[in-house]
């Protein structure tokens, strides 16, 4: 076996092959699943910035620091059922406190590190709206995080403590309760894109279940083995890259997500000198980051070796078919196959898996007539214009999918309309909020909040429902007028928010705010008019431009576009557009 070839005083990572026969999360519980890995020898291997071995961990460590955390945890009087808050670092303590905490029958709730925007203020209330959300016994985190962390828990009547400390505490032996299928696991917090975030109750059966899900569906063979850079506090690197790690049995190697934030391409160098690596995934900016990285630096030939990436995954929001391509091209001399991208759906409400393309069919794309996505008549004469919409797999194992109208009804296949799954990894509900557990749960059906399409059992996604601009009767995507934006060269992913409001005369229409960084109010102005024209020339529609200054726009724990957040800052002034120059 090939491993990476710059380690830290002579470490070595887990082996990629095992003599241990793998199971696909066949196991009742999490606790299970790790017992069974804890006989191999695989492990987790965490990475610095750099991407140079720091702390090889394997599984078999693992369980045993997790059982000694689960006496701990008894010791220090969490019960089962009760919840322990963690802020999720990627490293080996917040692994063991999570397996403790299920081990000890609790309910470990991983809770966002800290993020380049927002500010120490911005961090510690969204720690406490969690916190008071998911009531937890304790919360515990990282020493470097003792002042805004012990805040948040202080205001919130919560015990924390930070887990160096708490690993001082003597591991006294205790019985352990012994789980249940049916019992809750664990509780993910979903990003809240469109809505205040909600705590998703999930089982231990219908974690395994998705996890198995997942392994059939990317073909999981022996000789893979997984680099991830995804945050563990969001439901794709929680359950797709750390979870399933365990209850697969697959090696994997980490790099911390400020770290790829700070280097993109260390992800790219970290697969190159693991040889091994054969499984990676981003969401669509990860990609796209490295591709603008590339474009903007002296490419020596063959920099990367990325031939034996097989699944480079990605999902998590919507993927577009232009960053793909970019991305194909900008390292095909380093030996990435376009074949290997894996696009799937999912979210946190049905533990993660939704749907996934089979591997090696790459991305495929179907060209979609604008009036078919704004629900309108083609106009006459008129030429339509046509969306690219990426195709996002076909239903996980155990999964049901369909696309239902606005009544509830079926549409048939290639009709767009909300898309609804069913199956054993739905969540249990959201946590003690039944009313909005039975808006989007009915009759074991959850109702995504996306809109899509399926076509010969393929689903497309082309948006969120709650999102959808609605102008004299015609449905407009807010990515599509983003995207527009996007392509000026002044401006990036994420520095654009298209919602709608209401105006003066009581009409619907879109307001677009956009991060500008100009101080120059002949800039300013020409700015705002090539925004209005770019928008124009792709929607059609008039639109109020506000330019508003650099970090203004709000973001959810995981780093996306918080589109609704951003609606109700503008429109109590709490966000403040840069003045018109007369």
Not at 20 to 46: H, I, K, M, Q, W
Not at 159 to 173: L, Q, T, V
Not at 228 to 251: E, R
Not at 452 to 464: A, P, T
Request: proline share 6%.
């Amino acid at each position: 076996m090939s491993t990476a070839s710059s380690d830290h005083a002579g470490l070595r990572p887990t082996p990629t092959e095992d003599a241990l026969t793998r199971r696909f999360s066949d196991f009742a519980t999490l606790g299970e699943a790790l017992d069974y890995a804890a006989r191999g020898v695989r492990g987790l291997n965490f990475h610095d910035p750099r991407g140079t071995l720091v702390r090889a961990y394997g599984f078999a460590e693992l369980r045993a620091d997790a059982i000694e955390a689960a006496y701990r945890l008894i010791d220090y009087g969490v019960k089962p059922g009760e919840r322990v808050a963690l802020v999720a670092e990627t490293g080996p303590e917040f692994a063991a406190l999570f397996f403790g905490a299920v081990y000890a029958g609790a309910w470990p709730v991983p809770l966002p590190m800290p993020t380049s925007f927002g500010g120490r203020d911005h961090y510690v209330d969204q720690l406490a709206v969690q916190l008071k959300s998911s009531d937890p016994k304790t919360l515990f985190f990282p020493p470097e995080l003792s002042e805004m962390a012990s805040e948040a828990a202080k205001r919130c009547g919560v015990d924390g403590i930070d887990w160096a400390r708490f690993a001082d505490r003597p591991a006294i032996e205790a019985p352990l309760p012994e789980q249940q299928s049916d019992e809750i696991c664990y509780l993910q917090y979903s990003s809240g894109s469109t809505r205040f975030p909600h705590g998703v109750a999930i089982t231990h059966a219908a974690l395994l279940n998705n996890l198995a899900a997942h392994a059939h569906g990317i073909e999981l063979q022996d000789s893979d083995r997984c680099i991830s850079w995804l945050p563990w506090y969001h439901d794709m690197g929680l359950v797709g890259c750390m979870l399933s790690i365990v209850a697969n049995q697959v090696s994997t190697d980490y790099l911390k997500t400020e770290d790829f934030a700070r280097r993109p391409l260390a992800w790219l160098d970290l697969i190159s000198r693991n040889q091994g690596t054969t499984l990676s995934y981003s969401p669509t900016f990860g990609y796209d980051i490295c591709a603008r990285r590339m474009s903007t630096q002296m490419k020596a030939k063959h920099r990367f070796d990325l031939a034996r990436w097989r699944v480079a995954g990605n999902g998590a929001d919507m993927i577009r078919p232009d960053v793909m391509r970019a991305f194909t091209v900008a390292f095909a001399a380093d030996g990435f196959d376009g074949h290997a991208f894996l696009p799937s759906y999912g979210l946190a409400e049905a533990t993660l898996a939704v749907s996934i393309m089979p591997p090696g069919e790459g991305i495929r794309v179907d060209l979609v007539d604008e009036h078919l996505l704004a629900g309108t008549d083609p106009v006459p004469g008129q030429r339509p214009r046509q969306r690219a919409i990426v195709n996002c797999g076909k239903a996980v194992r155990d999964m049901a999918i369909e696309i239902r109208d606005g009544n509830g009804a079926a549409l048939a296949q290639g009709e767009i309309g909300k898309v609804w799954c069913k199956g054993p990894s739905v969540m249990a509900g959201y946590f003690r909020d039944p009313e909005s557990t039975e808006a989007c749960l009915v009759d074991g059906w959850l109702d995504t909040g996306d809109m899509g399409y399926l076509k010969d059992d393929y689903l497309y996604i082309v948006g969120r429902a709650k999102d959808m601009i609605i102008v004299n009767g015609k449905n407009y995507w807010p990515q599509d007028i983003e995207w527009a934006v996007e392509q000026l060269p002044a401006f990036k992913a994420g520095d654009i928010a298209a919602f709608s409001i209401t105006n003066d005369t009581g009409e619907e229409t879109p307001a677009v705010l956009v991060q500008c960084r100009t101080t120059d109010d002949g800039e300013r102005a020409r700015l705002r008019d090539d925004i209005r024209d770019k928008v124009r020339a792709i929607t059609g529609m008039q639109c109020l431009i506000e330019l508003v200054p650099p970090r203004t726009l709000p973001r959810t724990s995981s780093g996306k576009l918080s589109r609704a957040k951003a609606r109700t800052m503008y429109l109590s002034g709490e966000i403040k557009p840069f003045a018109i120059a007369s």
